[in-house]
């Protein structure tokens, strides 16, 4: 079990770095959390493009099982 959670919050700090990477700041504030492989992400982003970006580089990244999305597009009024 210890070397499940290892696993995720490695995984969980390479998914931060990756996001952070991006250069997209809205990216850099989302919440990862990683359980079992799962993958959650949390928060808001700015365009619908930045959502797909994070699914994107989540899914690349090697020991992502399942990925859920519950990260919002915050809509400018």
Do not use: H, W
């Not at 619908?48 to 899914?59: D, G, M, N, P, T």
């Amino acid at each position: 079990m210890v070397a499940s959670c290892d696993t995720d919050r490695v995984l969980q700090n390479r998914i931060a770095t990756q996001l952070a990477d991006t250069n997209r700041p809205s990216l850099k504030r989302l919440a990862v959390n990683v359980a079992g492989g799962s993958v959650t992400l949390r928060g808001s982003v700015s365009s619908f493009y930045e959502k797909q970006l994070a699914i994107q580089v989540c899914r690349v990244l090697l020991g992502v099982g399942r990925m859920i999305d519950a990260g919002e597009v915050a809509v400018a009024s």
